[in-house]
């Protein structure tokens, strides 16, 4: 298993010999506007510039959409991809936006477990931020509130669960002990909306990630990138360091991750 962290929650993932690429939001640097509903609204994002060149990024065999939010997926992106590419979305509502753009390939993943090259997908449950507080304020703006995770399994392969924008909650925590993930992709800049309501993990959830599944391997996605982040790569480690933390990966843009197959 190899995990290529791109920019911001855009990874690859190579698993079993098929590579998917997550959430592709590939527009150039500060091409949109940030969230006025959001800290730092005055901050245009992206605030990097991709690693390299969106024809290297998009030559996948799947997509994932977590969720249809615009720093998530973006024109680049629908205008870049194949659409005959497959794609996998986390609800009816997600598979009609991407089949509007003219994707012909789209599939649902089920919390049950969706087939696909001899991998089981299976979607997980999330918190974009507190629920009672972050889906009035989501649905107010025109924004859908729901998220998804997805758990990879494969024979010979770790289990990777990719936890999505969520908070820690009691969803996550179903997650690990249902799946017990050996590597764990969480969004962690801490993104916060201008009631100081957090959307996703900062340090306190990284650390109830740790505790709950203290044998697993942690990956930093989701950093440094968007305008309304509160924590950033060099905070992260400041902090593994301070509570010596060793099982917290903090990839750079462009970096690649190799797992070892599983014993």
């Not at 730092?40 to 996948?60: A, M, N, S, T, Y």
């Not at 089949?99 to 599939?107: A, K, M, P, R, V």
């Not at 087939?115 to 931020?129: A, D, E, S, V």
């Not at 990284?206 to 990956?219: E, G, S």
């Amino acid at each position: 298993m190899k995990i290529q962290q791109i920019r911001n929650a855009t990874i690859i993932i190579e698993y079993n010999g098929t590579k998917f690429l997550i959430d592709p939001w590939l527009g150039p640097k500060d091409y949109m506007p940030g969230f006025d509903v959001a800290v730092h609204g005055d901050v245009r994002q992206p605030r990097v510039e991709l690693p390299f060149e969106i024809e290297k990024i998009v030559d996948v065999n799947a997509v994932i959409l977590t969720h249809f939010h615009p720093d998530h997926w973006d024109q680049y992106a629908a205008d870049s991809l194949n659409k005959g590419i497959k794609f996998f979305v986390q609800s009816e509502i997600d598979k009609k936006i991407i089949g509007d753009l003219g994707f012909t390939n789209i599939e649902i993943i089920s919390p049950e477990g969706t087939q696909y090259k001899g991998i089981t997908l299976f979607k997980t449950f999330t918190q974009h931020g507190e629920r009672e507080k972050l889906a009035p304020m989501m649905s107010q703006v025109g924004l859908p509130y729901d998220a998804m995770g997805i758990v990879f399994r494969t024979e010979g392969e770790k289990t990777l669960y990719v936890a999505g924008d969520t908070i820690y909650c009691h969803e996550v925590q179903e997650a690990l002990d249902k799946y017990k993930p050996d590597v764990i992709v969480v969004n962690a800049c801490a993104a916060t909306v201008l009631t100081g309501d957090r959307l996703i993990m900062n340090y306190d959830d990284i650390a109830n990630v740790i505790k709950h599944a203290p044998n697993t391997i942690i990956v930093a996605s989701h950093m440094d990138t968007v305008s309304h982040l509160t924590i950033t790569r060099k905070d992260l480690k400041a902090f593994i360091e301070r509570e010596h933390i060793t099982n917290v990966l903090i990839p750079d843009d462009g970096e690649t991750l190799d797992f070892p197959p599983a014993k």
